[in-house]
């Protein structure tokens, strides 16, 4: 299924039911707590509540909260007047501010240190804030969606994550289902993905084959959708004929998948890797940033490499 402007991919009962909430809570104010493992869509089902919602037209903003600098929490969040610390030469709105009355997205929420924590505490309790050297009382308006993969009632119960504050969060809550809780989504989702890299990569052609259908059905997808689209842009970028078999996968997907085959005429790991580095990096026309994330590898480690097999 799909809405009018975000894709979500619901043939499986599990999934379906977790349309269902999001279609129900879309138009409340009220803050949402998204749980789920990492990787399983928590960050488009989010969107997905804004879209649905009434403030689809308003800012989305999300606000990544483990990147946060913790010398520096107020101000991105809260913003400052000028002079209101050394190098504050002018005033700087705040994420809560740009944010109007949109959705502000909480990624990675279990992130916070203590004290930040306690700041998002206060902005829940009485959705207000002032900027830092200010005076003026300024008021939330924005919708907060916090997502976590955290185990929040542990990440309390080892003195992680402040019970308050989860008390508050917690009022609508959606749990995401791991992949491999919802396999009736599998292949739509692979057959998505699919679309979006022929388009990506020029291969208009490029197709599954039955082989490989069964296959990325019986995985279990530990990694979840992330580990199904990296597994699927890599198949695409590596493989040199439109069909792609068991073969342009990784062996782990392949030996759970029971597509093992013959190891006759398999060939050294470095060839293997020398000619995957190279097919990633042309059809990426050597960006090294994007070749290294398709690779799974740091951007240091894709550089090390390409000096190590000469790849020009």
Aim: glycine letters at 8%; hydrophobic letters at 40%; a positive charge.
């Amino acid at each position: 299924m799909t809405t009018e402007r975000l894709p979500w991919i619901s043939e499986d009962p599990a999934s379906l039911r977790v349309l269902e909430l999001a279609q129900k809570v879309a138009a409340a104010p009220t803050t949402l707590l998204i749980t789920g493992e990492s990787g399983t869509g928590k960050d488009y089902l989010a969107r997905l509540v804004h879209e649905l919602g009434p403030r689809r037209d308003a800012p989305f903003l999300k606000i990544d909260c483990a990147s946060l600098p913790p010398q520096l929490v107020e101000s991105e969040l809260f913003g400052h007047e000028r002079g209101a610390f050394t190098g504050a030469i002018e005033r700087k709105l705040g994420r809560f501010e740009l944010g109007g009355s949109g959705t502000i997205v909480l990624d990675e929420i279990a992130a916070l240190s203590s004290a930040a924590q306690s700041k998002f505490l206060r902005i829940l309790q009485e959705r207000a804030f002032e900027r830092l050297g200010g005076t003026e009382t300024l008021h939330l308006e924005a919708r907060l969606i916090a997502l976590t993969n955290v185990d929040l009632p542990a990440a309390i119960s080892s003195g992680r994550f402040r019970e308050d504050l989860y008390f508050r969060l917690n009022v609508l809550t959606i749990a995401v289902p791991p992949l491999r809780e919802r396999r009736a989504d599998i292949m739509p989702l692979a057959d998505h993905l699919l679309r979006v890299f022929r388009s990506v990569h020029g291969r208009p052609g490029v197709h599954l084959s039955d082989s490989t259908r069964r296959m990325l059905s019986a995985y279990h997808w530990p990694g979840n959708i992330r580990e199904l689209r990296n597994a699927l842009e890599r198949a695409v970028v590596f493989s040199r004929n439109d069909k792609l078999e068991p073969g342009n996968f990784p062996e782990n997907i392949r030996a759970e998948g029971g597509a093992v085959g013959s190891t006759a005429g398999l060939r050294s790991l470095e060839d293997v890797e020398r000619e995957v580095i190279a097919a990633t990096l042309e059809a990426t026309h050597f960006r090294i940033g994007r070749a290294a994330e398709i690779l799974g590898i740091s951007r240091k480690t894709l550089l090390d490499k390409r000096k190590k097999y000469g790849l020009k």
